[in-house]
């Protein structure tokens, strides 16, 4: 019976990937699993140099594209798939739909099929949830810090939009988050929870 699973929440600048994978990784320990949290861009040498590039304007989109490719390549091969085999939840905080959303976003080069065959090495999820929010709130929320070169509103409404396109072609949850961050939280634990329980997976209830 499998007993870890690889949870993604993903969505625009703002719409809470972090706050909401630290509080799904808090319930799922008190539930009694082994988890682990990750984000990406990864720790890893690319990932790193990807965090200097979203401050620099100069990097040609498909730099940027072929970089969080390989970023998540090793991220999956040699972090989260180990987990997964010691049995752990995996809830990486942004993973594949990000290049997907803001890559083909920033280049009418760059297509939705090409992003999906560059990551074609990094494993797939078991569960994605798009934590979506109108990019004028989520940037709202930000005005104290030094943005990156992808929190614009334009830019983040056609990022929206590709999100909200593939989570109706995936099939995956979408949640507004500019709510009560409890309540938007629990919308998060019960769809986790009934995966679980499809997936068999024993947990404290
Ligand atoms: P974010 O996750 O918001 O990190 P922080 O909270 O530290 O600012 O920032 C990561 C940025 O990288 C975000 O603007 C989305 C972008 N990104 C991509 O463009 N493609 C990707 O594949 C990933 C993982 C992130």
Redesign the pocket.
Known sequence: MQQSIFIVLDG???SG??THSKLLAGFLSLKGLKTYST???SNSDIGKL??TY?KNDKIPAST??LL??A??VLHYNNDIKEKLEKGYTVIS????E??????SSQSENISVEWVLDLNKFAGKPDLTIILDIDPKMSLARKQH?VL????ETTLLDKVRQVYLNRAKDEGYFVIYTDDIIEIVQSRIQNIVIEKLVQKGIQFKK
């Open positions: 625009i600048d703002g990937t972090s984000q990406e861009p990807l965090r979203l940027d594209a969080f490719a970023d998540r905080d942004r993973y594949l990000s290049s997907i959303a803001y890559q810090k990156d070169k992808y929190e």
